[in-house]
């Protein structure tokens, strides 16, 4: 004669089958992958790096670019999509485009710029870790200045590019450059970084996906990091400011890896259907 399991048993081994089928969906499956790779961490050390090594070397080069204006203050603004109150705080922190041209020597240009580097290898790093793949060779480091000359340049024509003002038509296709642009942006960006060690199609949904995360960062930030800054500017002076910025940076930071590690699950599983599928016909 058997014995029925017990109410406790039974609801454990229902909470227990529950959990199994989380682990093996999707979400259980980036969730593991996110952890193993260390995701949360190395979003936090892309907003620490990108502030040390990229930020100043975008200052220096925001302030030569004659069409640009208000320098560096311009180009976080217009990525944060914050108002005219928070925007006034973030150029007073990093203060006038023409001071950072005349303080900064030959020297000290060459040194930011061998510094803004060390950030695309720590991209490159990410995407690795994120396709399981080996640390590349010493002699691909040219991959990571073609790369910072590209990212420096789409972020001049992203900040210099007009945009028909109160036209809903021309907001949205506003939006939709901007979309596109990050899209082919990120997409090439992890073939150069990866060494063409994966295929463009692998790449692709990658791609697709850090472009749509960091088109729902600038919403979220027009409605959350916009007023934290001027908020933050009146608590905390300007380290309220850096607060907010080392935030989004972190936020940008997981858009980035989080994206590609999201593509590369979609690929395998698109991948494992259309085996499915091909097993599934009859042969001739």
């Known amino acids: 004669m058997t014995r029925k399991p017990s109410g406790a048993a039974h609801h454990a081994h229902r909470l227990q089958d529950l959990w199994l089928r989380i682990l093996a969906s999707p979400v259980g499956l980036a969730w593991n992958r996110g952890r193993e790779m260390e995701l949360m961490h190395r979003a936090m050390g892309f907003a620490a790096l990108g502030f040390l090594t990229l930020v100043p070397l975008l200052i220096v080069v925001a302030a030569a670019d004659p069409a640009s204006g208000q320098g560096f ?71 990571h200045v073609v790369w910072l000359a590209v990212l420096i340049f789409a972020l001049l024509v992203f900040v210099n590019t007009p945009t028909p003002a109160g036209s809903v038509l021309g907001t949205i296709l506003g939006t939709l450059a901007d979309l596109i642009g990050t899209f082919l942006f990120f997409w090439w960006s992890q073939r150069l970084l990866l060494g063409g060690r994966v295929r463009w199609r692998a790449l692709l949904p990658g791609a697709v996906t850090s472009a749509l995360c960091m088109l729902g960062l600038r919403i979220f930030s027009q409605f959350v990091f916009s007023p934290l800054i001027a908020s933050n500017a009146v608590t905390y002076g300007p380290f309220g400011t850096v607060l907010v910025i080392q935030s989004w940076l972190v936020g940008v930071g997981f858009v980035v890896y989080a994206g590609a590690l999201v593509g590369r699950l979609i690929h395998e599983e698109l991948t494992r259907r259309r085996l499915e599928r091909d097993a599934d016909q009859p042969t001739a």
Do not use: I, N
């Open 73 to 143: 203050a311009r180009w976080l603004t217009q990525a944060l999509g914050v108002e005219a109150a928070s925007q006034e705080e973030v150029e007073r922190l990093f203060g006038a485009p023409v001071e950072a041209l005349q303080r900064t020597t030959a020297f000290g240009l060459a040194a930011v710029a061998a510094f803004g580097l060390t950030f695309g290898s720590a991209v490159q790093t990410g995407y690795e870790k994120v396709w399981d793949l080996p640390t590349a060779r010493w002699h691909t480091m040219w991959r």
